[in-house]
């Protein structure tokens, strides 16, 4: 092709010599009326065109004699085209997008110019733009449109016609990734091999066309250059603006798919022979992400009926049906509700019960689970997306991997309908708003909607999604002043975007949350002041050691991420902090980009750490800052794979590959139990096991259930099932159970799944004698270490709060156990079978204060059971009343075989010691403790030595107690009662000052 342009300095058009065939197509229907318009445009074109060209007029199926005018014209007033122009006949009428496919097939010129028959754009236009852009004919890989929107046009056309046209580029906008202002101006310029390859894959055939020569340009990286025309509506134009409009807004969808499609599994097959490798790597990796998203989108929805309720999920199921039942049947429940469900966004959780409600699919767990999955899907190839955004389309598909074998990232994405919805909202608001300050200062409509819908989203699950607002407005006006756009930011058109997105997406979030209609402004503040502070004080399993949510060390995220994310991930990560500050120079806005992602990484978790939140369950409400540090890490490995030098490249293949397989092998032998995963570092689970928290979200529960019923056969027996995880077992029994009801009492069975047996539910069973009990066996609550004093036949336990020394002794599963789930070797629940109820019988008789026969009765059951360390426990204290001193050590020594860090029998048994004046012996008892407890081991030995006068022994004591747990609060009172009875007023208040400051009153309002 040749493509030399020459220009002297005077710029004249008569000055330029083009050694290049232009083609000139345009599309024709019954357009007889307009014929000589059209040859006079061509006319004044030819009088200003010092160059070969070429008009190529393709008739469209005329039932008028369009053509018959042409011929005519040309041979009685326009000869000069006889040579040049050519009509090509496309019988029947196939749609203007046909006709110019046909038109630019059969065309010979190195570039093409579409143009309409009516020249509301005359061709000599093309002159003004080589003028303007020098590149026009340079061979660039590009297409020039024609805007009516440009700010150097010159338009008339009638107001009517600019509105509609105004609505349909918003849908083009929305529906597409093209940013441009207009895209229905005919008047596009096309060098050869851009239009072969854009028509040529063309599926098109009407006014839509235009739509989908762009969209794929700008999809393969096609530069696409909007410039100014001199336009002028016609008024006899065949266009019906309103039907034809309507017809565009389907076609584009329709458009949106086909090309999906097309550059999915067709293109990656047919890459253009003049396609750079890099063009060639960007559609294949484009091709492979895409597969892989569709992938998620069907496996993830199958995958989730394989997991088991979690511990938060019977919350949502009651929230979800309370807003059901508030917008359906006036029900206020999900407005006064005292659980602290209400200070959440209900959006989640309403679509779940709406689903179900209207549809009935599955039970309603199985429903919200089939959603939860994809929806965080979704999540997933916005993660990508953003990925693609900063690095490209293999950074994109690198992510995608990453989170999809992100174990104990990836497992909370099927049953937990809390975190991963508003990790979703945060990384595509994310996402938009990185898009917004691209496009910045001229944002389109699918950025303003995509902030709108992800601020909503976000905010309709967590407040906290308003961290989406204040990162728009933050990041816009530090852009803005990097970039030296500070007054386009400040202006009216910017402020106006900002209110709208502000203001729709907050309305979208409290539109579905009953609470907040209370008070459409005060009520979020509230949950916002509330859930900034957030506390709950739960016991948890933290490097070893049982500890309170809100005694965690500073890095306790941190610390959690470290152990559980992909070493791939970790050191991917490193890898792209250090490509993050490489682009400082050269790619300035991909740099200020990055660094704005990074920010919302660190934030929430610095956050966090400066309110001393109270932390607990891993870090699973931290999951949304999972996917940003997972698109670093594909950037940081993009890089390196992408490498042009060979030894990197492979060493970085190598070094994914091995990576990923290490998470992988864990999934294929695990699954469901993907969100127990530790990495290589923390040693694995065996490595973790009894050192931090496994099946914290009993999620071990149901495949433990239904072994129970299937191993036991107990479905009709009159047996009590004890458990320390009530809500995923009685889930899991109703799953089970479901089929065995009658179907017409659905709806109250689903109701009260969450055994709630108040009145309505007794009312309504004793009118209907064919309502079966939906929970068979009956389950009963217990707590570990209380579970011998409850009435029980089998009792299905979890290892939370079962003390560290108890599982690392070895002791855990009890000896009762007949069946254990194990994930990745490492016992999670237990199911237990009573060998005797004697036990029971002696803790009911200690209740009655019948002491002699309950001791006689736990005599008996140890004979049944000798492992049975709550008995032991109770036969110490037995034995101590009767003043046996020597069988309570005994018995209180085989109590701690069993549960080696039981306080109370320590306190016991260095009770016994003390009274005895065996205070060596009581000495070495509290000793032996610190390897389990050392704040109460140092505590203990205070106390012996206070009691022995030894003040400034027990001080010392205390200050390692405190150390070891500064919110253990017995240390500081210890202390400050030495102190007073020693009068040393000094040493109290000092103590005193620092139990304060460890336990602060709680301020008043």
């Known amino acids: 092709m040749k493509q030399t342009q020459t220009t002297n300095t005077n710029n004249s058009s008569n000055s330029v010599t083009r050694d290049f065939l232009l083609s000139l197509v345009i599309p024709c229907y019954n357009e007889s009326a307009r014929v000589d318009i059209m040859l006079q445009g061509i006319a004044d074109f030819e009088s200003k065109w010092k160059g070969n060209y070429e008009v190529i007029v393709v008739d469209d199926g005329s039932k008028d004699d369009t053509v018959q005018k042409i011929e005519s014209a040309v041979a009685a007033k326009y000869s000069f085209l006889k040579d040049k122009l050519r009509i090509e006949k ?154 034809d409009s309507i017809k565009m807004f389907f076609g584009v969808l329709g458009i949106s798919l086909r090309t999906w499609i097309y550059n999915t599994f067709r293109l990656p097959f047919n890459i253009p022979a003049i396609a750079t490798p890099e063009q060639k790597s960007r559609i294949r990796g484009r091709a492979a992400f895409n597969v892989l998203c569709l992938i998620l989108m069907i496996a993830m929805p199958a995958l989730s009926f394989q997991y088991s309720v979690s511990g938060d999920e019977h919350w949502h199921f009651d929230y979800g049906n309370s807003i059901y039942n508030y917008f359906f049947n006036g029900d206020t429940e999900a407005q006064i509700s005292t659980t602290g469900i209400q200070y959440y966004g209900g959006i989640f959780d309403f679509i779940t019960a709406f689903v179900f409600n209207v549809f009935h699919p599955w039970d309603h767990y199985t429903t919200m689970h089939f959603i939860n999955a994809i929806v965080g899907a979704i999540g997933i190839i916005y993660s990508g997306k953003l990925a693609k955004f900063l690095s490209g389309w293999n950074a994109a598909l690198l992510t995608v ?89 400040l202006n009216g058109k910017t402020i106006k975007q900002f209110a709208i997105v502000s203001v729709a997406g907050y309305l979208i979030a409290v539109l579905f949350w009953p609470y907040a209609h209370l008070g459409i402004v005060s009520k979020p503040l509230e949950a916002l002041k509330i859930m900034s502070n957030f506390f709950v004080n739960i016991g948890m399993l933290y490097d070893g050691n049982k500890i309170q949510s809100n005694q965690v060390p500073w890095f306790y995220i941190p610390k959690y991420i470290l152990y559980t994310a992909p070493i791939i991930v970790l050191l991917g990560s490193a890898l792209g902090l250090a490509v993050v500050g490489s682009l400082a120079k050269k790619h300035r806005d991909t740099f200020i980009f990055s660094l704005f992602l990074i920010f919302t990484i660190v934030f929430p978790i610095a956050y966090a750490v400066h309110k001393n939140s109270s932390l607990y369950d891993g870090w699973r409400h931290f999951l949304f800052v999972y996917p940003p540090i997972v698109v670093i890490a594909a950037m940081g490995w993009n890089w390196l794979v992408g490498s042009k030098q060979a030894a990197l490249k492979y060493t970085g293949l190598v070094l994914v590959i091995a990576g990923l397989a290490l998470p ?11 969100s127990l995963y530790y990495n290589e570092i923390a040693g694995g689970l065996k490595g973790m096991y009894g050192k931090y928290e496994t099946d914290y979200y009993m999620i071990g529960v149901k495949e433990a259930t239904n072994w129970l019923l299937e191993h036991e056969h107990i479905a009709d027996k009159k047996v009590v099932i004890g458990t320390n995880t009530t809500y995923p077992m009685i889930a899991a029994l109703y799953q089970a159970n479901r089929k065995n009801l009658p179907s017409k009492y659905a709806g109250m069975y689903e109701r009260y799944a969450d055994f709630r047996q108040d009145d309505v539910y007794k009312a309504f069973a004793a009118q209907h004698p064919d309502f079966k009990e939906p929970f068979t066996p009956a389950p009963l609550y217990i707590k570990f270490y209380d579970r011998y004093s409850k009435d029980w036949d089998y009792c299905i336990i979890f290892s939370r709060f079962v003390d560290a020394a108890q599982l690392n002794s070895g002791n855990w599963p009890p000896e009762e156990t007949i069946h254990t789930v194990k994930v990745d070797g490492v016992p999670i629940v237990a199911i237990l079978k009573r060998k005797t109820k004697k036990d029971l019988a002696g803790f009911e008789l200690m209740k009655e204060k ?70 060596d012996e009581a000495m070495k008892l509290y000793k032996g403790l610190e390897i389990h407890n050392p704040s109460f081991s140092h505590f203990f030995l205070a106390y012996t030595y206070a009691m022995t006068g030894n003040a400034n022994a027990a001080y010392g004591e205390i200050d390692q107690a405190i150390a070891a747990d500064p919110f253990n609060d017995q240390p500081y009172r210890l202390a400050i009662q030495i102190a007073q009875q020693t009068r040393d007023m000094g040493r109290a208040e000092e103590y005193n000052a620092k139990f304060e400051k460890a336990f602060p009153k709680p301020t008043e309002e």
């Open 90 to 243: 496309v019988i029947p009428n196939g749609g203007k997008g046909a006709a110019l496919k046909r038109g630019v097939s059969v065309s010979k010129g190195d570039y093409v110019l579409t143009l309409d028959a009516d020249m509301s754009t005359r061709p000599s236009d093309l002159i003004q733009w080589e003028r303007k852009e020098k590149d026009l004919f340079s061979g660039e890989r590009a297409v020039y449109i024609g805007s009516r929107k440009h700010e150097d046009g010159n338009v008339k056309a009638l107001k009517k016609r600019k509105v509609i046209g105004g609505v349909f580029n918003s849908i083009v906008q929305i529906c597409t990734t093209l940013q441009l202002r207009d895209t229905q101006c005919g008047f596009k310029l096309y060098p050869r091999d851009v239009a072969d390859f854009l028509f040529g894959n063309m599926q098109s055939t009407g006014w839509e066309h235009d739509v989908e020569l762009l969209y794929q340009a700008d999809l393969n990286d096609i530069r696409i250059v909007e410039m100014p025309v001199n336009w002028e509506n016609m008024p006899d134009s065949k266009v019906n603006m309103l039907r």
């Open 664 to 674: 992988a092998k864990f999934v294929a032998a695990n699954h469901p139990y993907e």
């Open 850 to 919: 019948k002491y002699a026969e309950a001791k006689a009765m736990f005599l008996e059951s140890l004979q049944e059971y000798p492992g049975n360390e709550l008995v032991w426990a109770e036969m110490m204290r037995l034995y101590e009343a009767e003043g046996k001193n020597d069988s309570a050590i005994y018995a209180g020594n085989q109590a701690l075989k069993k549960h080696p860090a039981d306080i109370n029998v320590y306190q016991t048994m260095g009770g016994i010691y003390i009274k005895e004046k065996r205070l």
């Open 401 to 489: 991997v990453f989170l999809a074998l992100s174990p104990s990232w990836f497992g909370h994405n099927f049953a937990n309908p809390k975190d991963i919805p508003f990790s979703v909202g945060y990384t595509a608001g994310i996402y938009f708003i990185l898009q917004f300050l691209k496009a910045f200062p001229n944002p389109t409509a699918r950025h303003i909607l995509g902030l709108i819908g992800s601020i909503g989203w976000a905010m309709g699950v967590r407040i906290g999604g308003f961290l989406l607002i204040a990162y728009l407005l933050l990041f816009l006006l530090v852009y803005a002043v990097l970039t030296k756009q500070v007054k386009a930011a």
